[in-house]
C-alpha cells in the first residue's frame, strides 16, 4: 500500500524532473546565440562579465565585512 | 476653400489623428506613469523636502533619457513580436538570458515588496490595516487580468496612471511662488555645493528614472498589444507624451514638498503625508493617495513583467487577450508574486529597509546589462531590417547608456557602501 506521503513525494519528483526537463530544453534551443559576434559584440559581452564580476566582488566584499 | 472650411478640415483631421492616438496609446504611457512609483515617489518627496526646487532643472535632463531608452524598446517589440527575456535568449545564447531572466525575476519581485511597502504606509494613514489594504489590492489587481481582454486591462490601467496627475492640484494647494520655482529651478546648479549626499540625490533620481522592469514591461506589452511596424510612430508619441507627464509628476512633487516640507527632515512619502496631515489635511489626502497610486500602478505593471518574461522563457502560453484556462501559468506566476510580495509586508519585523536598499543594489547588476543588449539588439540589421538605430540615435543612446552605467554603478556602490560619502 502506497502511503499518502509517498504519492506526495512522487508528484513532487515528477514536478521537479518535469521543470529540469524543461530547463534543459530551453538551453538546447538557445544553445547558439543568434546575434553575429562581432568585434563590438564580443567587446561589449567581456565588458559585462568584468562588470559583473566586479560587482560579485564588491558584494561578496560587503558580505565579509558584516560578518566580520 | 474659406476660413471655416479650413478650419473644420483641420479639426476633423485633429480628431481623426486623436482617435488613432487613442487606439495604439497605452505601454508607453503607462509605463512612463508607473515608473513613478511608490520608491519615485519616496525618491522626489525627500529630494524636494532637501533640495526645495534646486533639482527640477536636473529631473528635467531626464525627459530625453527616459524617452530614448524606451523608445528602443517600441521599435524592437513592433519588429521582432518578442518580448525581452525572449530577445536576449535568442540573440546571446541560454547563459545571458538565463542571467536577465533570473535577475529580472529577482529584482521585480523584490520591487514589487517596496509598492506593497508605498500603498500599506499610504493607507495606513488612513487607518487602514496592511492586511486589508494587501488583500484588497491583490484582488483587484486579480480582477484586472482575469477579464481575458489587453485592450480592457490597458483601458484600466491608463485610468489609474491618470490618477498620478493629482500631484498637479496638490502643487497649487500649496501656492508656490512661481519666480522662485522658475528662478531657482530652471537654472542648472549644484544647491549647496556638489557634495556626496546631493551626489547620492542625483543618482537616486535617475535610479528611479530609468528601471530595468520598464525595458522588460514595455517591449512585452507592445508585443501583447499587437503593434506592427506601421504603429511605431504612434509608439514614439505615446513614449514621448509618457516621458513628459513621467517628469511633469515628478517636478510638481517637488514642487509641493519643496514648497511645505523645504528644510525639514523627511526620509519617505508615507512620513511627509502624515505630516502635511496636521497642517493641511486636503493636500496629505492627495500625497497619500498619489503614493498608493505610484505604489498599486508600480505593482500591476511590474508583476506583469515578470509574468511575459516568465511565459517568452518557458514557451508558456502568456497574454492578457487569454482566458485563465488557456494561460494558467502565465496568471499563476502573476497571482504568485502578488501573494507573496504582498505577505512579507504583513510580516512582523521584517526588513523592509533592507530589502529596499537590497532593490537599488540588485537593479544596477541587471540595468547595464540590459541596456546594453538594447543597443546591441537595435544596431543587428538582421533582426531590425530598416527599423534599426541610425548613427544620431546610437550617439544618443550610447552616450546615455555610458553615462547611466557610470552613474547607477556608483548609485549601487554608495548604497552598500554609504561611508565613501562620507
Given at each position: 500500500m502506497v502511503s499518502i506521503d509517498g504519492v506526495f513525494g512522487m508528484r513532487i519528483g515528477s514536478i521537479i524532473h518535469g521543470w529540469v526537463d524543461k530547463i534543459h530544453e530551453i538551453n538546447k534551443k538557445y544553445e547558439k546565440p543568434r546575434i553575429r559576434m562581432s568585434r563590438g559584440v564580443r567587446i561589449a559581452l567581456i565588458f559585462l562579465r568584468l562588470y559583473l564580476i566586479l560587482l560579485v566582488l564588491l558584494l561578496g566584499y560587503k558580505f565579509w565585512t558584516l560578518l566580520k | 476653400m474659406d476660413l471655416g472650411s479650413t478650419f473644420f478640415y483641420k479639426y476633423q483631421r485633429f480628431i481623426k489623428t486623436l482617435k488613432i492616438y487613442l487606439l495604439i496609446a497605452g505601454p508607453g504611457l503607462i509605463v512612463m506613469l508607473a515608473d513613478n512609483d511608490a520608491g519615485g515617489i519616496t525618491t522626489y518627496t525627500v529630494t524636494g523636502a532637501k533640495y526645495g526646487y534646486g533639482l527640477i532643472w536636473f529631473l528635467l535632463l531626464l525627459l530625453p533619457v527616459a524617452y530614448i531608452v524606451q523608445e528602443m524598446t517600441v521599435r524592437l517589440g513592433a519588429v521582432t513580436k518578442r518580448g525581452h527575456a525572449e530577445a536576449i535568449f535568442d540573440a546571446f545564447g541560454s547563459f545571458w538570458g538565463w542571467f536577465s531572466f533570473l535577475d529580472l525575476a529577482l529584482v521585480n519581485w523584490l520591487t514589487l515588496v517596496t509598492e506593497f511597502i508605498g500603498m500599506t504606509a499610504a493607507l495606513a494613514i488612513f487607518g487602514i490595516n496592511p492586511l486589508i489594504t494587501v488583500v484588497i489590492v491583490s484582488i483587484v489587481m486579480m480582477l484586472m487580468v482575469l477579464q481575458g481582454k489587453y485592450w480592457t486591462w490597458e483601458k484600466i490601467a491608463l485610468l489609474f496612471a491618470a490618477l498620478n496627475i493629482v500631484y498637479i492640484p496638490a502643487a497649487f494647494l500649496v501656492h508656490p511662488s512661481m519666480s522662485q520655482v522658475l528662478s531657482v529651478g530652471l537654472v542648472p546648479h549644484f544647491p549647496g555645493g556638489f557634495n556626496g549626499t546631493l551626489f547620492f540625490f542625483l543618482m537616486a533620481n535617475i535610479g528611479t528614472t530609468i528601471a530595468p522592469w520598464m525595458i522588460f514591461f514595455q517591449q512585452s506589452a507592445v508585443v501583447d498589444k499587437g503593434m506592427k511596424e506601421k504603429d511605431i510612430p504612434w509608439g514614439q508619441i505615446d513614449t514621448l507624451i509618457g516621458s513628459a507627464f513621467t517628469v511633469l509628476v515628478a517636478i510638481f512633487l517637488v514642487v509641493v514638498t519643496g514648497t511645505v516640507l523645504y528644510g525639514s527632515e523627511v526620509e519617505s512619502a508615507a512620513q511627509a503625508a502624515s505630516v502635511m496631515m496636521t497642517t493641511n489635511p486636503w493636500l496629505g489626502t492627495f500625497i497619500a493617495i498619489g503614493l498608493f497610486n505610484a505604489g498599486f500602478l508600480g505593482a500591476i505593471c511590474i508583476s506583469l513583467a515578470s509574468s511575459w518574461a516568465f511565459g517568452e522563457v518557458f514557451g508558456w502560453?502568456?497574454?492578457?487577450?487569454?482566458?485563465i484556462r488557456e494561460a494558467p501559468w502565465f496568471y499563476a506566476c502573476y497571482l504568485f508574486a502578488l501573494i507573496s510580495a504582498g505577505a512579507v509586508v504583513l510580516?512582523?519585523?521584517?526588513?523592509l529597509v533592507l530589502i529596499t536598499l537590497f532593490v537599488q543594489v540588485i537593479a544596477v547588476t541587471l540595468l547595464p546589462a540590459a541596456l546594453v543588449f538594447l543597443i546591441l539588439l537595435l544596431n543587428n540589421e538582421e533582426i531590425m531590417g530598416k527599423y534599426k538605430n541610425t548613427t544620431l540615435q546610437n550617439v544618443a543612446s550610447a552616450t546615455i547608456v555610458i553615462a547611466i552605467i557610470v552613474l547607477s554603478t556608483l548609485y549601487g556602490i554608495t548604497t552598500l557602501f554609504p561611508e565613501l560619502l562620507m
Open positions: - | 502560453a502568456h497574454s492578457l487577450n487569454l482566458k510580516i512582523p519585523h521584517a526588513p
